[in-house]
């Protein structure tokens, strides 16, 4: 990984140090108690050919290890494939530029230190310093720590003149401290990895992948399945029936027209009771003349009921105020228990649903299970949430559109924001927001985490444990009962 490099480095003039060795990029104040435990961070990450996720990890436990005062000013970066990893603290600031634009960061908006996977093409980083000046074109960077304001690395252009195999620390002012590149332990050459790969366990070439894999999840489908008659929408089902006058639906062969469609008053509704008193009727005998209460004032016109199309509960129930819950389509158990339709059993009594017999209605969905974190707090899924170090300031929160939920971390491997837990209908999907060392999920079932990809929602299963940095846990549940 660090031998990608950023292409040609120039340093800012300034008063800080800055710092480039083995693909990866380091300015902090010079005055700073933490600068020489981050320049060893600089010098080890880069000896054992870790790459800019591993730095940044690094940088956050040496800035967590030195919190009794102010944030350290300081800012690292290193290439991750072909985006960058990047971390700020104190008044530094970065700034990585790509086709679509340009990402600022700034330690001064976090309570702590800001961190960030930035996906590629990147074509220039820029770490600064308060007061850094703006480069020389004619100087260029190879390697060490010398006084400095800041860095640029531009990775569209490559350097053309080879590094120095042993520069002299005479060449560097005698005030820098220099480390010499040569001595720097270089990586193999980069693999590339499987599109999970497993946690915890050395890269390896292309090819089949080896060990226990992930079981699929099934996903259960809103269409029945082949040995059930696929659903026929309201207006072509027969005539209303209870389930004892009616055991089995009845569908007409194809050569035959379907019955003409009932009109609109004739249409069963949950509000009415069925005309008559369970026999046919029979038209009133001319004889008998008009019945005995036609003198007292008749009830109000009613008109069609407005839930001819979704067949469901009573009006009554429909209107009531549920709040900011939102409504999704779902079905009734023998029970009343509203449940997601694609789902063989009963959420809440455990009984199975008949999907033959069910009809789909609008209704306010239900809390889909909880979050367990594994120091014992319960986010409860009704809404969505935004998990991070500092998720307060997040723009999710200020928003409106999720729940904060500060998760921290000793090891400072938590990002201020990092994941997004997002309910899409009976779905809990999670969505890492390019968070520096990343999400992992472990499927029910499966020994194995896998690493989600940034940016894009992930669908779990109940049951399923999710690993937020490297220390910290949390668990899906789903039982409502």
């Given at each position: ?15 800080g140090l ?6 990866l ?8 108690a ?5 320049l ?9 050919g870790g ?9 956050a436990?040496?800035?967590a ?12 970066a ?50 600064s ?8 074109p ?9 006084h ?8 569209t252009e ?6 120095p195999?042993?520069p002299?620390t ?25 599109p ?9 070439v ?10 699929p ?7 029945p399945?082949q040995?059930?008659?696929p659903?026929?929408p ?14 089995a ?9 379907p ?16 005309p008559?008193n ?8 001319q004889?008998l ?11 109000p016109?009613l008109?069609?009921?407005d ?5 469901g ?5 429909q ?14 158990c ?5 449940n997601d ?10 009984i199975?649903?008949?999907q033959?017999t ?6 306010p ?11 014992g ?14 998720p307060e300031?997040a723009?999710?929160?200020?928003g409106?559109?999720a729940?904060?939920a500060?998760?921290?971390s000793p ?15 009976w ?5 890492d ?5 990343g999400?992992?999920?472990?499927p029910?079932?499966?020994?194995n ?10 669908t779990?299963?109940?049951g399923?444990?999710?690993?937020v940095?490297?220390?910290r ?9």
């Open positions: 990984m660090t031998g990608q490099g950023f292409g040609v480095v120039r340093p800012l003039p300034g008063n800055v710092a480039y060795a083995g693909g990029l380091l300015v902090c104040d010079a005055g700073e933490a600068a020489d435990d981050l060893d961070a600089l010098r080890e990450t880069a000896a054992s790459d800019g996720r591993a730095l940044a990890r690094r940088a436990q040496v800035l290890a030195n919190m009794a005062g102010d944030p350290a000013t300081c800012a690292v290193g290439r991750v494939g072909e985006g960058v990893a990047v971390l700020v603290s104190g008044s530094a600031a970065a700034t990585i530029g790509t086709p679509g634009g340009e990402t600022r960061l700034a330690g001064s908006d976090s309570l702590t230190w800001a961190d960030r996977l930035v996906t590629g093409p990147v074509e220039r980083v820029e770490l310093l308060p007061g850094a000046g703006t480069p020389h004619a100087v260029r960077f190879d390697g060490g720590v010398v400095g304001g800041g860095l640029v690395g531009d990775l490559q350097s053309s003149a080879p590094a195999s042993r002299l005479s060449e560097m002012p005698a005030t820098a401290f220099h480390l010499e590149a040569d001595l720097v332990q270089q990586p193999p050459a980069p693999v590339e990895r499987p999970y790969p497993l946690a915890d366990q050395p890269p390896v292309p090819g089949p992948p080896s060990g226990p894999q992930p079981a999840v099934e996903q259960p489908s809103y269409l399945s040995d059930q008659p659903y026929v309201p207006q072509d089902q027969p005539p209303y029936h209870t389930p004892q006058e009616q055991p639906p009845f569908f007409p062969p194809p050569q035959e027209q019955p003409p469609l009932p009109e609109p008053q004739q249409f069963p509704s949950y509000d009415e009771p069925p008559g369970g026999v046919a009727d029979q038209p009133m005998p004889h003349g008009p019945p005995d209460h036609f003198d007292q004032p008749a009830p016109l008109g069609p009921p839930h001819f199309d979704h067949p509960p009573p009006p009554q129930e209107q009531q105020d549920h709040g900011d819950r939102p409504l999704v389509y779902g079905v009734d023998k029970n009343d228990h509203f339709p694609r789902s063989p059993y009963c959420a809440v009594c455990g199975a649903l008949v033959r069910l009809v789909p209605y609008k209704g969905r239900p809390s889909l299970g909880v979050l367990i974190l594994d120091d707090t319960a986010l409860p899924l009704e809404s969505d949430y935004l998990l991070g170090r500092d300031r723009p999710e929160v200020a409106g559109t729940r904060p500060k998760v921290t090891d400072g491997s938590v990002s201020r924001r990092h994941l997004r837990v997002a309910l899409d209908g779905d809990v999907n999670l969505v927001l390019g968070s520096v060392n999400t992992q999920i472990q029910p079932g499966d020994p985490f896998y690493d989600i990809p940034p940016n894009e929602p992930v779990i299963a109940p399923t444990t999710v690993r940095g490297v220390s846990t949390l668990r899906f549940e789903a039982h409502r009962g």
